[in-house]
């Protein structure tokens, strides 16, 4: 059974950092493309970071471009989220998803269709 699940959230101030992970079970992970979609109270899920099955192509959100970036470990079947810089407006739910096997690496959200339980981070003085 594919399972996600990601940590690190937490409470952190403006100008703060954070780490999220996700780390997969069940399957070796280097056979999916990842991606980190938050949604924020009352918005709707968006993309924010998006990673290739081998870090080839990375993908990232223009409200984080500079300030977030995606790496993956395979050997330790984990995909990480550094966050510097943060902002309130980065509060929200993070989930990590898995893109299915045999699509075309996109950050779309309507294509990953394996998704973790989510992680809040919330950005506040």
């Known amino acids: 059974q594919l399972q996600l699940v990601e940590s690190g959230g937490g409470l952190v101030q403006p100008g703060g950092s954070l780490r999220l992970s996700c780390a997969a079970s069940g399957f070796a992970l280097d056979y999916y493309a990842i991606g980190w979609f938050r949604q924020a109270p009352g918005k709707e899920r968006e993309g924010v970071s998006c990673?290739?099955?081998?870090?080839?192509?990375?993908y990232y959100a223009d409200s984080v471009k500079g300030r977030f970036t995606i790496s993956r470990d395979n050997a330790k079947n984990t995909v990480y989220l550094q966050m510097n810089s943060l902002k309130p407006e980065d509060t929200a739910v993070y989930y990590c998803?898995?893109?299915?096997?045999?699509?075309?690496?996109?950050?779309?959200?309507?294509?990953?269709?394996?998704w973790g339980q989510g992680t809040q981070v919330t950005v506040s003085s």
């Open positions: 990673i290739s099955r081998r870090a080839g192509s990375t």
């Open positions: 998803a898995a893109l299915p096997t045999g699509y075309v690496y996109t950050c779309q959200l309507g294509s990953y269709d394996v």
